[in-house]
């Protein structure tokens, strides 16, 4: 196993498009993130998946974003209808469901709304 | 809710000089403590991390304890090296496992 990838790396797109970002989280782990990290901040939370459900969801994630994990594995996130203020580095991780266990992120895909 | 506070950066440093980012947080409950570390073009990486009060969490020379009478956890390193360039981010867990990150300190070390 590769770890946890991200796809793509890079996205710039038109302020008004959709667009798609998918994780592929590390093989066995059940539990996968999405967070949010613009310039000079940390990473914020948007939400999480266990299996299939997603379990949570951060008042940060409005209307217009959306995910998916729909066989349990693979997951994307959708933006609809971008803003400038969608420009950030996406990252995934993913871990072992279990108190205090490990995550491993990916690379991150950076947005760029224009 | 949670939230984390860490030093500010950049700090700069000579090699072998002995290193401190700060770190401090709120939370409600027993949260496990971490530091994250992202070198120049990777992903975030685990560097350390303490599950409960007193607990020191180690690894490639650096320290951290878990100080919950003063919501401390305070990255030490005795002696940097140039490749330890890089940002730092303390972090801890909520429910689900979910971190909450302070906003990174960068780490530049110079010959």
């Known amino acids: 196993d590769t770890g946890v990838s991200q796809d793509p790396r890079h996205k710039i797109t038109k302020r008004g498009q959709n667009v798609t970002f998918r994780c592929d989280p590390i093989?066995?782990?059940?539990?996968l993130y999405w967070y949010r990290q613009t310039l000079g901040q940390g990473p914020e939370f948007l939400t999480y998946f266990q299996n299939e459900a997603q379990l949570e969801k951060s008042r940060l994630l409005s209307d217009r974003f959306s995910a998916e994990r729909p066989k349990g594995s693979f997951s994307t996130l959708e933006i609809q209808r971008t803003e400038q203020g969608d420009s950030a580095m996406y990252l995934c991780a993913s871990s072992l469901a279990g108190q205090n266990t490990e995550a491993f992120f990916g690379q991150g895909t950076r947005l760029t709304v224009v | 809710g949670n939230s984390v506070t860490q030093m500010e950066g950049p700090v700069t440093l000579s090699e072998e000089a002995f290193l401190t980012i700060n770190c401090t947080y709120t939370a409600t409950g027993y949260p496990s403590l971490f530091w994250y570390v992202q070198y120049p073009g990777e992903g975030l990486q685990l560097l350390l991390k303490a599950t409960k009060a007193d607990d020191k969490g180690s690894n490639k020379g650096f320290e951290a304890t878990y100080r919950k009478e003063t919501t401390s956890f305070h990255l030490e390193k005795g002696s940097v090296q140039v490749s330890d360039s890089a940002v730092y981010f303390c972090?801890?867990?909520?429910?689900?496992?979910?971190?909450?990150f302070g906003t990174g300190t960068q780490l530049k070390v110079e010959l």
């Open positions: 972090a801890l867990t909520g429910g689900g496992n979910k971190l909450t």
């Open positions: 093989s066995e782990h059940n539990r």
